[in-house]
């Protein structure tokens, strides 16, 4: 049973940083794609940056420059370095997984989430 498990969110002031992580487990094969989306109160949830097989990656244009994504294999971990945090950054942050086709930026396409991690950021 494939498990993702979110760490590291928190509450910071404006152009602080912080790095998310998701444990998964589970599994013993690779993921197509792993992402990280967010979701913030009243809004619908919104691919943050995504990571292919091929370790390509994607961002959404609001956090490119600020964000990076990316996987260590060997721990199963993906991670999500957050700096010049922005108010407009605070949601609930998730964790997500597929290996099925389909575009990455669609929730839709994932069947692997984690429980979330909330991100606030004041300013």
């Known amino acids: 049973q494939v498990q993702l498990v979110e760490s590291g969110g928190g509450s910071v002031v404006a152009g602080g940083s912080l790095r998310l992580s998701c444990a998964a487990s589970?599994?013993?094969?690779?993921?197509?794609?792993m992402a990280w989306f967010r979701q913030a109160p009243g809004k619908g949830r919104e691919v943050v940056a995504y990571?292919?097989?091929?370790?390509?990656?994607s961002y959404r244009d609001s956090v490119r420059g600020r964000f990076t994504i990316s996987k260590d294999s060997a721990k199963n971990t993906l991670y999500l370095q957050m700096n010049s945090l922005k108010p407009e950054d605070t949601a609930m942050y998730y964790c997500?997984?597929?290996?099925?086709?389909?575009?990455?930026?669609?929730?839709?396409?994932?069947?692997?989430w984690g429980q979330g991690t909330q991100v606030t950021v004041s300013s």
């Open positions: 589970g599994y013993s094969y690779s993921f197509s794609c």
């Open positions: 997500a997984a597929k290996n099925s086709r389909g575009f990455c930026a669609d929730p839709v396409n994932f069947g692997y």
């Open positions: 990571i292919i097989s091929d370790g390509s990656t």
